[in-house]
């Protein structure tokens, strides 16, 4: 057992730890994270803050699934580049149901006949394709991302039709007034969330790229666990097979 | 913030529904169906001990930390969320961050599980994977996507503990261990640091009126 004080920082095990962490510019990070921070409390808590007293929680889900309907294409076309027959098939019938029997996307009727929601993105259609995620990135205001995230979220705003068109006709208010929205809604369906998680954390900014990256993974196995479709150097949960039981901790365990 | 997600909403929800069950001797020689048979009536116990509106707080959290204590593989939980740094903290740190550590659990998730009584887990079915059974079920919500949880249990000692929930691909101890480790790299290495960041977070924790 050795007992010193400090870590060194060149030897192996500090090595394999910072590639799992993933994270070489962690103090800029942090820095975006903290401004972040600072304009989710002057700006946009108290916006959705004030969203969620004004208007009742079905009219918020209204909104949701109004936004989550006019994202159709993107995700459709996400599917086919995914090879994903089936979900691009769900896609497709949940847009007809939603956009006639949901009244124009309001209502998500296709989650209660059996088509259930999805997301795909261009991000999750390169890790499927191979490339891997980079290193952890801090976006300002958008949040936690990665290079090939942040490169999928340009993909995907040039696929829309809704920009395209919006783009042709000059219409510059509706992809604005779109992100707004979506932006608040976001806010919105995670509030309880963040309130718990920045209580509870010791470290909020580690806590968030824990969660991001382990959701992103999860989203782009499709939840199905599997490992081919995980992203590539994924090294934080890629190792856990059986963490308590891992190669170097022998004094886990009773 | 462009987070988000159920995946996350998830794994606070559900941490909240599901601790804590009786210890239960095992002598069976079926590991898995075991598993899955302690899952259910860790949720069945937990339901009836816990999610009942007439408990007063104080011995809310008694029965919490006993249900917690019983069910869960704390220690070993503990000590894989500081990685490699446990073999350089001294016996007197081990003793000290272990204490807090559960601590910490009771204070975060305790008053989580007070609420939440009209979710039913429902169990899947369960797997093995090298030492560990994964026993699938899934929390039903009406009007909403059903929330997915997977429940490591391993058997200790002849007894069954559980080593992580994994909430929608979410799991707990990979999270706590980025956290932790995190806040033992920003304090030059040292255990000391997150000793005293665990500290605070319990003072906080439990002088938060609610």
């Known amino acids: ?254 | 913030m462009s987070l988000i997600n159920r995946g996350l909403a998830a794994f606070l929800f559900t941490t909240v529904i599901c601790f804590g069950l009786s210890v239960e001797k095992v002598h069976s020689n079926d590991f898995v169906s075991g598993a899955e048979k302690f899952i259910t009536a860790l949720a069945a116990k937990a339901e009836k001990s816990l999610l009942s509106e007439e408990i007063k707080p104080i011995e809310h959290q008694k029965r919490f930390r006993k249900l917690m204590l019983d069910s869960f593989d704390l220690n070993g939980v503990g000590k894989w969320v500081i990685g490699r740094y446990w073999r350089r903290s001294s016996k007197h740190e081990r003793a000290e961050y272990l204490n807090l550590f559960e601590e910490f659990i009771v204070a975060t998730y305790s008053k989580r599980f007070r609420g939440y009584t009209k979710a039913k887990l429902q169990i899947n079915g369960a797997t093995k994977r090298k030492t560990a059974a994964f026993v699938n079920s899934q929390i039903n919500r009406e009007g909403a996507k059903p929330i997915r949880i997977i429940w490591r249990v391993k058997l200790l000692n002849g007894e069954y503990k559980i080593a992580d929930i994994i909430i929608e691909g979410i799991s707990w101890i990979q999270t706590q261990r980025s956290e932790f480790i995190s806040v033992i790299r920003n304090n030059g290495g040292k255990i000391s640091g997150l000793i005293k960041a665990l500290r605070k977070k319990i003072i906080y924790l439990t002088s938060e009126k609610k």
């Open chain 1, 1 to 254: 057992m050795t007992n010193c004080a400090s870590a060194p920082e060149n030897d192996e095990e500090t090595l394999l730890e910072l590639k799992k962490i993933n994270d070489p510019i962690e103090p800029t990070n942090r820095f975006i994270f903290d401004f972040n921070q600072g304009v989710d409390g002057a700006i946009i808590k108290p916006v959705t803050g004030l969203y969620r007293g004004i208007f009742p929680s079905a009219i918020r889900d209204s909104v949701h699934n109004f936004l989550d309907n006019i994202k159709t294409p993107v995700v459709l076309a996400n599917d086919i580049l995914q090879g994903e027959a089936n979900r691009a098939g769900t896609t497709i019938m949940r847009f007809l149901i939603n956009s006639s029997v949901g009244i124009a996307g309001l209502r998500d009727q296709a989650t209660a006949w059996g088509f259930e929601d999805h997301d795909e993105d261009f991000g999750q259609t390169m890790a499927v394709w191979g490339v891997g995620e980079g290193p952890y990135l801090m976006l300002p205001i958008l949040g936690p991302s990665n290079p090939r995230d942040a490169i999928g979220k340009v993909v995907d705003s040039l696929l829309d039709p809704i920009n395209l068109w919006a783009d042709n006709v000059d219409r510059e208010w509706v992809p604005i007034t779109r992100t707004v929205v979506g932006g608040i809604d976001k806010r919105d369906r995670i509030w309880d969330i963040l309130n718990d998680l920045e209580k509870s954390s010791i470290d909020y900014y580690a806590a968030i790229r824990s969660l991001y990256r382990q959701k992103r993974n999860e989203e782009i196995s499709n939840g199905s666990g599997d490992k081919n479709r995980k992203t590539p150097n994924l090294a934080e949960t890629a190792a856990i097979e059986d963490p308590l039981h891992e190669r170097r901790n022998s004094t886990v365990g009773p």
